[in-house]
């Protein structure tokens, strides 16, 4: 296992090289020379359940890191129940989907509550999302909550939100994924970013570096190339510096240009 292995995002949402055909993600990675994947296993923007992979032995048996990215769509913290009770039951569906293809883990948005909510009810949902499939025997992967870019009453997308939430569901070992972008979004400062967020949460299991095509403290969420965006790009490496664990890209593009992203981020960390 290399100090910082570097995965990319395959698949549809982010990439040109959209379907897992042709190989599929270990294909992919191959290709370019990367240590991980992450994929979806539904629909990114809907609410289908995730059926069986072709490839799921294939995906269990390589030593390419798998990460499994759960649909957008999710919220377990909203007090809307119509979007609330199917978000917690799609997240327990991923996370066994995502056990079956020896995925490290299964990153979530943290989501958010409306506007004339408090947000301690989403903290609390949070909690109760853990604590109900905790009486069920827990995740089958570690769930990693991401911070997100912007919206109102968000509950990972500024520190002192982490904070509140991390003090509800730390006790069962959520993990989290720490993205650049939206960081950069929500006008974190990126040089103390990862120690801001350890001295929270205590670990940081996943960056996903992306640069950003927006200005600090933007709230908007569009990736850009690691070199190609508004964050300099010496700022992201030290991220993936500091934060010394595995590394996915969601950034655009496509193979070629993402086997050239991983190379230039594998040399300057080594
Ligand atoms: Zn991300």
């Known amino acids: 296992m290399p100090a910082h292995p570097i995965g990319v995002h395959i698949g549809p949402g982010l ?10 993600p270990l294909a992919r990675a191959a290709e370019m020379d990367a240590d991980g994947v992450q994929v979806f296993l539904a629909d990114p923007q809907g609410w289908t359940a995730p059926t069986p992979r072709p490839d799921a032995a294939d995906l269990l048996a390589s030593d390419v890191t798998v990460v499994v990215h759960a649909p ?5 913290a909203t007090t809307n129940n119509r979007i609330r009770i199917p978000s917690r039951k799609l997240l327990a569906a991923h996370a066994r989907a995502a056990a079956a293809v020896g995925a490290v883990g299964l990153v979530v948005h943290g989501g958010h509550v ?20 905790a009486e069920d025997g827990g995740f089958p992967v570690p769930l ?17 939100a982490l904070a509140r939430l991390w003090d509800a569901v730390g006790e069962f070992g959520a993990g989290f994924v720490l993205d650049s972008c939206h960081a950069w ?20 299991d996943l960056v996903h570096l992306n640069n950003s095509r927006d200005p600090h403290g933007s709230s908007r969420d569009r990736h850009a190339p690691l070199t190609d965006g508004e964050i300099p790009a010496e700022l992201l490496i030290e991220v993936a510096r500091a934060a010394d664990c595995p590394i996915v890209l969601e950034t655009p593009g496509d193979t070629a240009s993402h086997a050239e992203e991983i190379e230039m981020l594998r040399r300057a960390l080594s």
């Open 15 to 24: 990439t040109e090289d959209d379907e897992p055909d042709a190989g599929g």
């Open 72 to 76: 957008y769509v999710l919220n377990v």
């Open 114 to 133: 409306l506007a004339r909510d408090d947000p301690a009810a989403g903290v609390d949902n949070w909690r109760k999302t853990f604590g109900r499939q």
């Open 144 to 160: 990693l909550i991401e911070n997100t870019a912007g919206g109102g009453n968000a509950m990972a997308r500024d520190l002192d």
């Open 185 to 204: 979004a929500a006008g974190w400062d990126l040089a103390t970013a990862v120690d801001d967020v350890r001295a929270i949460t205590g670990r940081i």
